[in-house]
């Protein structure tokens, strides 16, 4: 791979831009076999809570025409076995890609023990602090995302307990990304992950029974592909932390999208499902764009969409 593709950021070098986003590769051992793991820029781990969860009850996702729904329910075997069984495979096995760590809690305090439990241990190079998902029903449904206050009284309290770098992945359903995104600087976050799945409910519609076990679930794929490269960029008008798009990428044409709005890393997810190689892919076509185009280096697509922030026109004189 050419070295026009690798990204500095979080404190460390990517090799290429294309991860895999949280909750659809698992801690990477689980799909090893089918995806080239070590040719990606990296992954981001299963969310991680303090205890092991079961998760919700089955099933926990569904397709549908434009994408899927999921609702897994933070299934995972919490921080302790993370540390002992998970992060060492990914330190052995994860030589060239990078490893983001998600974290997620129902209180700010669990957030900062999963950090306490992990933050020495090796195999991992930043956290991704998950404040944004959708199935965690404990606190009325809204997300930590959604409440500025509450997001940085998470990333306050993580960011006392590491050094390592901290990317906060928001939530799509926000009319305003201004408000946590200050939030969150304030409390010393170092980066975006821009969306978590949008909140969706797929019934049937013979029965009126939900498709998934828990009833609600996150919506995935092309459907929240807009919505993913549209928060992107409403983001980048308030930031110039690195932001890392996800949404609905299945092909090169899709990732460019993201890089175009300002992120500087995207994540595969539901795409990965349906084709584990469709993320192999994205990097060779990425690759391949660079140099058609004539730039030096994949940077110079981010943040090149030709796009205004346009003024709404006042009405002129009669
Ligand atoms: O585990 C889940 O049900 C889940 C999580 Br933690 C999340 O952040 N986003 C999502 O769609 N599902």
Known sequence: MSSSMAQELLGTSFQNPVLLAAGTCGFGEEIAEVVELDR???????SVTLEPRLGNPAPRVAEFRAGMVNSVGLANPGAHEVRKRKLPWLRERMVRARVLVSVAGHTPDEFVRVVEILDDADGFQAYEINLSCPNDTRRGGLAFALDPDAAARVLEGVRR??????????APNT???GPVIRALEGAGVDGFTLVNTLPGLVLDPETGEPALGAGAGGMSGPAIRAVGVHAVWSAAAHTRLPLLGVGGIAEGQDAVQYLMAGASLVQMGSASFWDPRSSGRVVNWLDAAVRRRGLDHVRALVGSARLERKKPQEPGPE
């Open 40 to 46: 990606l820029g990296g992954l981001v781990t299963k």
């Open 161 to 170: 307990r590491t050094e390592r770098p901290l990317v906060a992945k928001l």
């Open 175 to 177: 009319p305003d990304f």
